[in-house]
């Protein structure tokens, strides 16, 4: 019975566990059968031979690595002469050093020296010297008369045989150039910028600079490369060591390198990519800023969002450096004739070039630098009396007023539009909430804020002055978040002229070229000349060069602190097209308003609510270093603590820890041990300052200083 028939009487016979199934084919497995040999050809064979054998140089591997092969052996054909020329030359140079410091007995005299008997074997080296003259004087005369002999016997040819061995012979001898591994001058030349080539140099620099120690190194994380018009390399320190100490001796550096100090960039690296010990270098081949200045490329454009950073300028490496203006506030400060003005009205070129901005501008130079913003500004003023002085005045009470009423109202507002506390693009040009980026330019700050005018401001006597630097306090604290941008450019930074406690609060700084790194650190806040950024030394020769400290990202990254940059060259000519621009804008959308309009608007003052919201502030006082930087970390970390250690505070400010020991002491500070809790959970004891100590050496200094 064959397989189909049984399976058909089983399922007719109704058995659960079978059903019904297709017909079932027989087969026989048969063995696998050799698939016939497929024959390689010879030459496919020997190309890949050619592709993978190490026997085989890359460069001729493939056509293109080949025909560049042929290129390189054809130059180096056609320089060789020219290569063995000066091979020969630089053998005979060497050789005649090397005969100098035999016939003089070098080796023997500096072997007297180290042991300090050279009086003694001064007889021996003498007659040394004298034999070894003797014996060049000898073999001179024998080889000249080898010449003439062999010349007289066998002609020309031997010699030249002879010259051509002996030529081969200096060119093997001279095929190093001094400077290079394995050769030492006796004469050194000028130092050149030579670590691009070796690596070993760099090193050498960094031992030269003290960065490093005798028997340490660096490690090379990104090899040398050419950024730009200049060479960029990263490197690893050794354990300990911090980038911070390279960065803080950035000339010692640049001298070690045979460059000045404005061709070389030292910067940490920061973020996911870096950590304390690495430190990114770029060197120019020659001054960066030796070229002339280039014109704003605002010029070039037909309209400005505000909301975009402002070009400012380019930095060392010639990357355009743009400036965040919403959500901050800039302080420039310079010696005259820097290019000061010119950044100001820089930061202003963006703004004007917006519409839907609004602008005061106020001048107390009361020169023609700022006249062409009368085109576009909602308020403007130029000149320095006191009536000037007090309608500064009012225009900061005014804006107080104004930014205290859009808070108001950006509480009531839905969180659509308004999502934080914070003005958004789209509320800036809704003309219903009129909420405009509005600026604020004061050129010579100085003048309104040393104005010794008496006023009364709700009973309380204050001077002009006072008043004003309490206004622009709270307006660089409280106003940027409603959209309210300070710009202030003063002549004079120190420490009388404008208030500690305004600079603390002001968010991106610009310093030109000052006298001392006490007024570039009054620009660029406290210990910056510690962290190697020093406005005094910047070259005169260098206009409009300065070091930036931005309140936000730039194209250097958001992690960097401070950068030189050269600022864009606008002349008078192109800030006033900027100007004519910038009323044909605001013409067109109808947003041209006040004094540019040709009305000047009633102030919209509230005396009595700016007085009280600045009224619960202190008179900003003037303290000394490094008192006014310790207070100012206290207020803004310090939170309901009573003891602040010693380590936190050199830290987080980068003092030297001798030194801030005895200048706090000066103040009637000491400091204590006392026990504290880390973060980790662990208790132990550590030195530091209470902090009602510091506060009350800070007071007793502002009544001393006020008195």
Request: hydrophobic fraction near 40%; charged fraction near 25%.
């Given at each position: 019975?064959?397989?189909?028939a049984?399976?058909?009487s089983l399922?007719?016979?109704?058995s659960?566990?079978?059903?019904?199934?297709?017909?079932?084919?027989?087969?026989?497995?048969?063995?696998?059968?050799?698939?016939p040999?497929v024959r390689?050809?010879?030459?496919?064979?020997?190309?890949?031979?050619?592709?993978?054998?190490?026997?085989?140089p890359?460069?001729?591997?493939?056509?293109?690595?080949?025909?560049?092969?042929?290129?390189?052996?054809?130059?180096?054909?056609l320089?060789?002469?020219?290569?063995?020329?000066?091979?020969?030359?630089?053998?005979?140079?060497t050789?005649?050093?090397?005969?100098?410091?035999?016939?003089?007995?070098?080796?023997?005299?500096?072997?007297a020296?180290e042991?300090?008997?050279?009086a003694?074997?001064?007889?021996?080296?003498r007659?040394?010297?004298?034999?070894?003259?003797?014996?060049?004087?000898?073999?001179?005369v024998?080889?000249?008369?080898?010449?003439?002999?062999?010349?007289?016997?066998?002609g020309?040819?031997?010699?030249?045989i002879v010259?051509?061995?002996?030529?081969?012979?200096?060119?093997?001898?001279?095929?190093r150039?001094d400077?290079?591994?394995?050769?030492?001058?006796?004469?050194?030349?000028?130092?050149?910028?030579?670590?691009?080539?070796?690596?070993?140099?760099?090193?050498?620099?960094?031992?030269?600079a003290?960065?490093?120690?005798?028997d340490?190194?660096?490690?090379?994380?990104?090899r040398?490369?050419?950024?730009?018009?200049?060479w960029?390399?990263?490197?690893?320190l050794?354990?300990?060591?911090?980038?911070?100490?390279?960065?803080?001796?950035?000339?010692?550096?640049?001298?070690?390198?045979a460059?000045?100090?404005i061709?070389?960039?030292?910067?940490?690296?920061?973020?996911?990519?870096?950590?304390?010990g690495?430190?990114?270098m770029?060197?120019?081949?020659?001054?960066?800023?030796?070229?002339?200045p280039?014109?704003?490329?605002?010029?070039?454009?037909?309209?400005?969002?505000a909301?975009?950073?402002?070009?400012?300028?380019?930095?060392?490496?010639?990357?355009?450096?743009?400036?965040?203006?919403?959500?901050?506030?800039?302080?420039v400060?310079?010696?005259?004739?820097?290019g000061?003005?010119?950044?100001?009205?820089?930061a202003?070129?963006?703004?004007?070039?917006?519409p839907?901005t609004?602008?005061?501008?106020?001048?107390f130079?009361?020169?023609?630098?700022?006249?062409?913003?009368?085109?576009?500004?909602?308020?403007?003023?130029?000149?320095?009396?006191?009536?000037?002085?007090?309608?500064?005045?009012?225009?900061l009470?005014?804006l107080v007023?104004?930014?205290?009423?859009?808070?108001?109202?950006?509480r009531?507002?839905?969180?659509?539009?308004?999502?934080?506390?914070?003005i958004t693009?789209?509320?800036?040009?809704?003309s219903?909430?009129?909420m405009?980026?509005?600026?604020i330019?004061?050129?010579?700050?100085?003048?309104?804020?040393?104005d010794?005018?008496?006023?009364?401001?709700q009973g309380?006597?204050?001077?002009?002055g006072?008043?004003?630097?309490?206004?622009?306090?709270?307006?660089?604290?409280?106003?940027?978040?409603?959209?309210?941008?300070?710009?202030?450019?003063?002549?004079?930074p120190?420490?009388?002229?404008?208030?500690?406690?305004?600079?603390?609060?002001l968010?991106s700084?610009?310093?030109?070229?000052?006298?001392?790194?006490?007024?570039?650190?009054i620009?660029?806040?406290?210990?910056?000349?510690?962290?190697?950024?020093?406005?005094?030394r910047?070259?005169?020769?260098?206009?409009?060069?300065?070091?930036?400290r931005?309140?936000?990202?730039?194209?250097?990254g958001?992690?960097?602190?401070?950068?030189t940059?050269?600022?864009?060259?606008?002349?008078?000519?192109?800030?006033?097209?900027?100007?004519?621009?910038?009323?044909?804008?605001?013409?067109?959308?109808?947003?041209?308003?006040?004094?540019?309009a040709?009305?000047?608007?009633?102030?919209?003052?509230?005396p009595?609510g700016?007085?009280?919201?600045?009224?619960?502030?202190?008179?900003?006082?003037?303290?000394?270093?490094?008192?006014?930087?310790?207070?100012?970390?206290?207020e803004?970390?310090?939170?309901?603590?009573?003891?602040?250690p010693?380590?936190?505070?050199?830290?987080a400010?980068?003092?030297?820890?001798?030194?801030?020991?005895?200048?706090?002491s000066e103040y009637?500070c000491?400091?204590e041990?006392?026990?504290?809790?880390t973060?980790d959970?662990?208790?132990?004891?550590?030195?530091g300052?209470?902090?009602?100590?510091?506060?009350?050496?800070?007071?007793?200094q502002?009544?001393?200083?006020?008195?």
């Amino acid at each position: 019975m064959n397989a189909s028939a049984t399976g058909s009487s089983l399922a007719r016979e109704g058995s659960p566990e079978l059903q019904r199934c297709e017909s079932v084919l027989d087969g026989e497995l048969v063995e696998d059968q050799p698939f016939p040999a497929v024959r390689v050809p010879w030459r496919r064979r020997l190309r890949r031979w050619w592709h993978s054998s190490p026997r085989v140089p890359l460069s001729l591997k493939t056509r293109a690595q080949a025909v560049q092969a042929l290129k390189d052996g054809i130059v180096a054909v056609l320089r060789s002469p020219w290569r063995f020329v000066g091979a020969v030359v630089r053998g005979l140079v060497t050789g005649a050093r090397l005969w100098r410091r035999w016939i003089t007995v070098r080796d023997y005299r500096e072997a007297a020296e180290e042991s300090q008997k050279l009086a003694d074997k001064f007889t021996e080296i003498r007659a040394l010297t004298l034999f070894r003259w003797k014996v060049t004087g000898a073999v001179l005369v024998a080889v000249t008369l080898a010449i003439f002999i062999i010349a007289a016997i066998y002609g020309e040819r031997p010699l030249r045989i002879v010259a051509a061995a002996a030529s081969v012979a200096l060119a093997v001898l001279g095929r190093r150039k001094d400077g290079k591994p394995g050769r030492k001058p006796s004469l050194a030349g000028p130092r050149t910028l030579t670590w691009t080539m070796d690596t070993q140099v760099l090193v050498d620099a960094f031992r030269d600079a003290k960065l490093i120690g005798k028997d340490e190194s660096l490690r090379l994380v990104e090899r040398a490369t050419r950024v730009g018009d200049g060479w960029s390399v990263i490197v690893d320190l050794p354990a300990t060591r911090k980038a911070a100490d390279v960065v803080k001796h950035r000339e010692a550096l640049a001298s070690a390198l045979a460059v000045d100090e404005i061709q070389l960039i030292v910067e940490r690296v920061r973020g996911n990519g870096g950590h304390a010990g690495r430190v990114s270098m770029w060197v120019a081949d020659e001054d960066p800023y030796a070229t002339p200045p280039r014109r704003t490329p605002l010029l070039g454009v037909s309209q400005w969002d505000a909301w975009q950073p402002v070009p400012f300028g380019r930095d060392a490496r010639d990357r355009r450096i743009d400036l965040p203006l919403v959500w901050t506030s800039l302080l420039v400060g310079a010696i005259p004739r820097q290019g000061k003005t010119f950044a100001a009205r820089l930061a202003a070129a963006g703004l004007v070039l917006d519409p839907h901005t609004r602008l005061y501008v106020a001048d107390f130079k009361a020169g023609k630098d700022w006249v062409a913003a009368e085109q576009v500004a909602h308020r403007f003023l130029s000149g320095d009396d006191t009536e000037h002085v007090l309608a500064l005045k009012d225009w900061l009470v005014e804006l107080v007023s104004e930014v205290q009423s859009r808070y108001r109202r950006m509480r009531d507002l839905d969180d659509e539009i308004c999502p934080e506390s914070k003005i958004t693009p789209d509320m800036s040009r809704d003309s219903a909430l009129n909420m405009p980026i509005t600026a604020i330019f004061i050129d010579e700050v100085q003048v309104p804020l040393e104005d010794r005018t008496p006023i009364d401001v709700q009973g309380k006597k204050l001077t002009a002055g006072e008043y004003i630097g309490e206004l622009l306090t709270w307006l660089a604290k409280k106003a940027p978040a409603a959209g309210v941008v300070l710009v202030l450019a003063t002549q004079r930074p120190d420490s009388k002229t404008i208030p500690s406690g305004l600079r603390a609060v002001l968010g991106s700084r610009f310093a030109l070229r000052v006298m001392d790194w006490r007024d570039s650190n009054i620009v660029l806040g406290e210990q910056m000349n510690t962290r190697g950024y020093d406005s005094s030394r910047l070259l005169p020769s260098h206009k409009g060069v300065g070091i930036l400290r931005p309140d936000g990202e730039t194209q250097a990254g958001a992690d960097v602190l401070a950068m030189t940059v050269r600022t864009y060259y606008m002349p008078v000519e192109d800030w006033q097209d900027i100007c004519r621009r910038g009323r044909a804008l605001r013409l067109a959308a109808g947003t041209l308003t006040g004094h540019a309009a040709g009305e000047d608007a009633a102030l919209l003052l509230d005396p009595v609510g700016a007085a009280k919201a600045i009224g619960s502030a202190p008179a900003p006082v003037d303290l000394p270093d490094p008192l006014a930087a310790v207070v100012e970390y206290i207020e803004a970390n310090a939170d309901d603590r009573e003891f602040i250690p010693t380590a936190e505070l050199v830290g987080a400010l980068d003092f030297e820890p001798n030194a801030f020991g005895r200048q706090m002491s000066e103040y009637g500070c000491s400091s204590e041990r006392r026990r504290i809790t880390t973060e980790d959970g662990e208790t132990r004891q550590v030195r530091g300052y209470l902090v009602a100590d510091i506060r009350r050496a800070a007071a007793e200094q502002g009544c001393g200083r006020g008195s």
